[in-house]
């Protein structure tokens, strides 16, 4: 009779700590996005409430951080001294959408959480990626994911599988002569964010 009280009482304190230990990381994932509250609240187009994707910041306040949410947005913004840095161009944050695990949408923001534009190129705000050809890129992607993007793929541009539309800083749609297509490489590098302005 001792013995099964006390695989009882054993088993009441094990699932004691097991809640306390739950507590715990969810005190400290709040905490930890409590920390970059101010900063992520400056983006009106990041849907709150969010919690901390990755984080790579030394002790000093330098890194980066990446936040998601439950519309499958991911923000991020780099740090210089727990501050936010300013990227070329005077971009403070980048803004991904995805749908079904893939990259439609990149939006860049300046420090106060307006759109910005990319002056390095045609000074878009936004990025708007169309997989034309889906079953191609599946394929494509296989191949890119197998190697984990340690792979030089021969530029698929000129195949037509993703097209991009670009836009300014007011939301609109930059103007082209004709349609600009991005090779499987460069798209899977977005959908990973490898790129940073």
């Known amino acids: ?24 990381q969810c005190v400290s994932v709040v905490a930890q996005s409590g920390n970059y509250q101010v900063i992520i609240n400056k983006v009106n187009q990041f849907s709150k409430p969010a919690k901390i994707l990755s984080k790579h910041v030394d002790a000093t306040g330098n890194g980066s951080a990446e936040f998601t949410n439950a519309k499958k947005q991911v923000l991020r913004f780099r740090l210089d001294h727990h501050k936010l840095q300013v990227q070329h161009g005077g971009i403070g944050y980048q803004l991904f959408y995805y749908k079904n695990d893939y990259l439609e949408k990149i939006q860049t923001f300046d420090v106060n959480g307006k759109l910005a534009g990319e002056a390095a ?10 997989i034309e050809k889906p079953d ?62």
Do not use: H
């Open 136 to 197: 191609l890129y599946l394929k494509k992607k296989k191949l890119i994911d197998d190697a984990e993007g340690n792979i030089d793929l021969k530029d698929d541009t000129n195949e037509k599988i993703i097209r991009v539309q670009l836009f300014d800083e007011n939301n609109m749609r930059i103007p082209e002569f004709q349609p600009t297509y991005i090779s499987s490489k460069t798209y899977w590098n977005y959908n990973v964010r490898m790129y940073w302005p």
């Open 1 to 24: 009779m001792n013995t099964i009280r006390m695989i009882s009482a054993n088993r009441k304190r094990i699932q004691l700590l097991l809640i306390c230990f739950s507590f715990l």
């Open 121 to 130: 190129s045609k000074n878009e705000s936004g990025v708007v990626f169309i």
